[in-house]
């Protein structure tokens, strides 16, 4: 516990889980389950991007939002990508030099206070991201000015559970790590508390008045389901694992981690009524707001 304080003290930045996305940038949105690309095609169809747009994403990660936008604005539009986490930074400028493309870029930037010129997009997007930023007013009034009169901003919100006692994903009972806890450690870290308060993330709701309230005309939200589909318990498990989730994972004292995955990996097998694919629903919050 004392180990897992101490790294989250000496990362904590605006938003970031105090590090988490550093520590799960070379695992993030690689493995079999298909989550954050289909929710980033999703919301890039919802906010309707035309060719030559000029277009910024805001906590990009690895790039879920950001390699559609690319197709979707062609070769007179470009799109730049902004994260807090270095390692995100790294990984998908990597990826975009690979992919030897010249209409996008990433650069290490805070998504609360964008620093580009006012007017400069036409749309901003922020999938699973910009709802971590501490101030949101400041967030969502950086944006309008952000962008041109009758630009759009597109975000997406996971919808949490209403109850965190319950937190289940499909046969995951996710509330069960919860137990394995020290409490000391939740009420010393308050991005954990919150989590646990389940106030992590503000709702849908507070974010599209928030959006009205900073100039937002016109919001949107739709509601939708998406069913992620795992090869088995492990591969659900892991996943877990792998984005801002670990923070519960790493909230359990490492002497008892590995015990407790194994013994998390069985309890999911027998409630899936035994080995083979598991799936899980979970419910996805896109707002599409215009200025
Ligand atoms: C769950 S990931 C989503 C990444 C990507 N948009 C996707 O859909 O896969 C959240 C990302 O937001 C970034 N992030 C969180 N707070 C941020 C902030 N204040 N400014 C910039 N990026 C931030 C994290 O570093 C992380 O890469």
């Known amino acids: 516990v004392d180990d897992f304080l101490e790294v989250k003290m000496k990362t904590a930045e605006n938003g970031v889980l105090d590090g988490v996305f550093d520590r ?11 989550f954050f690309k289909p929710v980033a ?12 747009q000029r277009v910024l994403d805001v906590g990009c990660g690895r790039g879920a939002v950001l390699f559609p936008l690319a197709a979707a604005v062609g070769a007179t539009g470009s799109v730049v990508g902004i994260d807090l986490s270095s390692a995100m930074v790294a990984a998908t400028s990597a990826e975009i030099t690979d992919l030897g493309l010249d209409n996008v870029s990433v650069l290490k930037m805070d998504g609360q206070n964008p620093e580009f010129a006012p007017g400069n997009f036409d749309v901003i997007t922020g999938s699973m991201s910009i709802m971590m930023i501490s101030d949101l007013a400041t967030a969502f009034g ?6 041109r009169q009758g630009g759009k901003l597109g975000m997406t919100i996971p919808i949490p559970p209403t109850d965190l006692t319950r937190w289940t994903l499909g046969p995951f009972e996710v509330a069960g790590l919860v137990k394995e806890i020290d409490p000391a450690a939740v009420v010393a870290d308050e991005s954990l508390a919150k989590f646990f308060r389940g106030e992590f993330y503000p709702s849908p709701t507070s974010c599209a008045d928030q959006l009205r309230a900073e100039g937002f005309a016109q919001v949107d939200e739709y509601k939708e389901k998406l069913r992620i589909v795992a090869a088995g318990a492990a591969e659900l498990v892991a996943w877990t694992q792998s984005h801002s989730m670990r923070v519960v994972w790493e909230a359990i004292p490492e002497s008892r981690r590995g015990k407790v995955e194994v013994e998390t990996i ?26």
Do not use: C, F, M, W
């Open 142 to 147: 950086n944006y309008a000015r952000l962008l």
């Open 41 to 52: 095609r999703r919301l890039v169809e919802h906010v309707g991007v035309g060719v030559g």
């Open 266 to 291: 069985a309890e999911v097998t027998e409630r899936n009524g035994g080995p083979g694919q598991v799936t899980a629903d979970l419910q996805i919050s896109y707002l599409v707001a215009s200025i």
């Open 24 to 34: 799960v940038a070379k695992v993030y949105d690689i493995g079999g389950i298909e």
